[in-house]
């Protein structure tokens, strides 16, 4: 696609509920990230898949939160047990290669997730 | 891992010039990046730089000083489009990207 996509924009959970974030990322590019927003805060890494392959996801807070890419295209980012502190927006963005020199990531407009 | 730090808030006239500074400590560096986020949208790309030196791409540049840790990023001939919060990202090896908290910039008439 001509962006990075991601759904739902906005999703209202009550606590305790799983929810599942999606991310359809540029076409071709291989790298896909994970990062979390809090309100007036900048971007937190959570996770970086290349392809398939998981290679870093020493961002994620808690067991609760787990990331699967398995075709090496869509991801999705599934919270199970929702709590009020995960209130963030999931931002997802992608490269055209890894985290090497110069590798600019682009961003999706963010999943929006309100626990209440 | 990296320590990013950058004002949290400013405020600058339309058609002035405003500088955002961001400094960092880090190992291994290897970029620093500078986005712009306007409220409840993506962050978007606006510049890269590796090398020390000025890097300009029309009313916007950035700068870098690796040995002192330091870049700026540089808004010429402020529009009120221009407010929005501005993130200094580094790389260090080969790791993701890790933001500072973003500078938040008012634009006023």
């Known amino acids: 696609g001509a962006g990075v996509s991601q759904s739902p924009r906005y999703k209202v959970a009550k606590r305790g509920q799983d929810v599942a974030l999606r991310c359809d990322p540029i076409s071709g590019h291989v790298s896909l990230f994970w990062y979390q927003q809090a309100l007036g805060q900048g971007p937190e890494f959570l996770t970086y898949?290349?392809?398939?392959?998981?290679?870093?996801k020493s961002g994620l807070p808690s067991d609760r939160f787990f990331a699967e890419r398995p075709e090496g295209s869509v991801s999705t980012l599934k919270i199970q047990r929702t709590q009020q502190e995960d209130s963030a927006v999931y931002l997802c963005?992608?490269?055209?290669?890894?985290?090497?020199?110069?590798?600019?990531?682009?961003f999706g407009e963010g999943s929006w997730l309100t626990v209440v | 891992g990296q320590n990013i730090d950058q004002p949290t808030e400013m405020t600058a006239t339309e058609g002035a010039i405003v500088q955002i500074n961001c400094t960092y400590q880090t190992s291994g560096f290897n970029g620093l990046f500078w986005y712009q986020q306007h409220a409840g949208e993506a962050p978007t790309f606006l510049s890269y730089n590796v090398l020390d030196g000025l890097e300009e791409k029309g009313r916007f540049s950035s700068f870098l000083s690796r040995s002192k840790g330091y870049s700026y990023l540089l808004l010429k001939e402020l529009q009120m489009k221009d407010s929005a919060s501005y993130l200094c990202a580094v790389r260090s090896g080969n790791t993701p990207l890790v933001f500072g908290k973003g500078t938040r910039l008012s634009v006023i008439a």
């Open positions: 963005a992608s490269s055209l290669a890894g985290t090497g020199t110069g590798n600019t990531i682009y």
């Open positions: 898949f290349q392809n398939e392959a998981q290679l870093d």
